[in-house]
C-alpha cells in the first residue's frame, strides 16, 4: 500500500514538500510517480522517477518547480514543491509500477491522495 501525506494550504509562490511511504511493496523496485486532480478535471501526471536508472520526468506545467527524489528513509519517495499557484490546487496522488509514464491506467499501485490548496 501508498500513503501520501505533506499536503495542505499554502500561499501562492509556496513551497510543500509531499511524502510517499510504502508499506508491502519496496518502492526502490519500482518507478514511483505523482499524479494529481482538481475538481472538475482529468487526472494528470506531475512526476515521476523511473526505477532502471533514477531518470526524472515533469510534466509541462510543474517543470523547473516540483523535485522528486527518493528519500533517505528507505520505502519513501518525496515531492519538494516550490512557486505554487492556484493551478496547483488539487489531490496529490502517488502511485507505484513499472514504467515512467504520464498514462494513469499504467500505474499499478495507487496511494489515497492528500489535498494541496494554494490559495491567499
Known amino acids: 500500500q501508498l500513503q501520501a501525506s505533506g499536503g495542505g494550504l499554502v500561499q501562492p509562490g509556496g513551497s510543500l514538500r509531499l511524502f510517499c511511504a510504502a508499506s508491502g511493496l519496496t518502492l526502490d523496485d519500482y518507478s514511483v510517480g505523482w499524479f494529481r486532480q482538481a475538481p472538475g478535471k482529468e487526472r494528470e501526471g506531475a512526476s515521476c522517477?523511473?526505477?532502471?536508472?533514477?531518470?526524472?520526468y515533469y510534466g509541462d506545467s510543474v517543470k523547473g518547480r516540483f523535485t522528486i527524489s527518493r528519500g533517505n528513509a528507505k520505502n519513501t519517495v518525496h515531492l519538494q514543491m516550490n512557486s505554487l499557484n492556484p493551478e496547483d490546487t488539487a489531490l496529490y496522488y502517488c502511485?507505484?509500477?513499472?514504467?515512467?509514464?504520464?498514462?494513469?491506467?499504467?500505474?499499478?499501485?495507487w496511494g489515497q491522495g492528500t489535498q494541496v490548496t494554494v490559495s491567499s
Open positions: 522517477i523511473s526505477s532502471d536508472d533514477g531518470s526524472t
Open positions: 502511485v507505484a509500477g513499472h514504467r515512467c509514464e504520464f498514462e494513469a491506467s499504467s500505474w499499478r499501485y
